[in-house]
């Protein structure tokens, strides 16, 4: 019998408890996210028409975030396996308050009023839902087997029909996206993707008739031929796409551009703030912010592929997916590959609920990344 037979694991004493008294960070991930912030204060503030007010409200919520975020840090991965099912509950309950007491701005009630400040409960979401269904999982046999992907799916549903009714069609989106990650990275059978596939293919008719609402079916006919009604719904993806095109290589200078400066560009300093960077930085500004996210997701898949437990593998490939997703999902609807769904582009949009839910996800991630490291010792 070979040595290599015996193979012992040791760990903490109490498998949870974090040693030492450093800050439990993950130094790469946080440089990355600090140059994101930077840069998406720099961007608003000529987004916003130099309006000083919607920076240092930005830079105060990206405060808030950093705070959460090292904080969150410090508590062990297995607090946050042990406590995801609390913190879905809170987060559906809190979508549920939206529908009898949210408030309401253009049309949508995705808000809630809590004197201070509103908060909007949905973002919240895009991470309760992939460390619930993750914390689930984890349980499982791998590949999970029918009834497991079953439950996993009415825990991604119930939240996303609430969402779509405030109405949100893009946080919805992210939200199953986000749980949609999690089943696939656990190992989801082939024949369930294809039947996935074939049955949301099946459902887009009933969609197109019963569920989706006006508005959201002339999102999607705009995109096909925008230049139908050029002074209505198509007015955002023509400016957009011009603003785009304007900028060139290198752009029209900080604060120059004319499409953004001039308010021809609609909700320049949230959902088409990157229309803005490519009218004024080009090409070039566009690549080096893509750059950055390029760097921060492969940071976050890095931390997923040495997470020390099937929870945090999962719920960090889930974070880091989604947060490709965002940024994919923004950029491809602002340029006019996609229908205008209402996403923001992450860390740099003007945005608070936004900004605190990303920085309590990149928190998990830090956790994940700072957990013990379990040591083998060949006999």
């Known amino acids: 019998m070979h040595s290599s037979d015996f193979v012992r694991r040791i760990e903490s004493p109490d498998g949870e408890r974090r040693t030492g ?20 204060l720099f961007v608003l503030y000529s987004a916003s028409g130099q309006n000083l007010f919607y ?39 809190s979508l ?49 087997t029918l009834r497991p992907v079953l439950a996993v799916l009415f825990l991604i549903i119930t939240p996303v029909i609430i ?23 656990a190992g989801l059978r082939k024949r369930y993707l294809l039947g996935a596939a074939l049955l949301a293919l099946a459902a887009i008719p009933t969609l197109w008739v019963f569920v989706m609402r006006d508005y959201q079916k002339q999102r999607i006919l705009t995109l096909l031929s925008p230049e139908d009604d050029k002074l209505g719904a198509g007015w955002n993806i023509i400016q957009s796409t011009t603003a785009i095109g304007s900028g060139g290589w290198n752009g029209k200078g900080w604060t ?11 909700e320049s300093h949230t959902d088409f703030i990157i229309a803005v960077l490519a009218e004024e930085f080009g090409l070039i500004g566009v690549l080096m912010l893509s750059g950055l996210y390029a760097l921060l997701v492969g940071r976050c898949l890095l931390i997923a592929m040495h997470s ?25 609807m602002v340029s006019g590959i996609l229908p205008v769904v209402g996403v923001p582009l992450p860390l740099i949009s003007y945005g608070g609920t936004a900004i605190v839910t990303l920085f309590l996800g990149f928190g998990v991630l830090m956790a994940i990344s700072t957990e013990p490291k379990r040591i083998r010792t060949d006999l």
């Open 21 to 40: 008294r450093s800050m439990h960070l993950d130094l790469p991930l946080l440089l990355i996210l600090l140059a994101l912030c930077a840069v998406g």
């Open 256 to 266: 120059l551009g004319t499409q953004s400066q001039l308010n021809f560009l609609p």
């Open 163 to 185: 969402v779509v009714r405030q109405p949100d069609l893009g946080t919805a989106l992210l939200i199953f996206a986000s749980g949609f990650y999690v089943i696939f990275l």
């Open 55 to 93: 920076v240092k409200r930005q830079a105060l919520w990206m405060i808030v975030g950093f705070a959460i975020m090292i904080t969150v840090a410090q508590f062990p991965v297995r607090f946050w396996d042990r406590w995801s099912f609390l913190l879905y509950t809170l987060g559906l309950l």
């Open 308 to 332: 020390q437990s099937q929870f945090g593998r999962l719920i960090a490939g889930s974070l880091s997916l989604t947060f490709m997703t965002y940024v994919f999902v923004n950029m491809s």
């Open 96 to 144: 549920l308050a939206v529908l009898f007491f949210g408030v309401g701005a253009k049309g949508a009630q995705r808000w809630l009023d809590l004197g201070f400040t509103r908060v909007q409960p949905s973002e919240f979401m895009k991470v309760a839902v992939p460390m619930m269904i993750s914390s689930y999982l984890a349980k499982q046999y791998s590949p999970p």
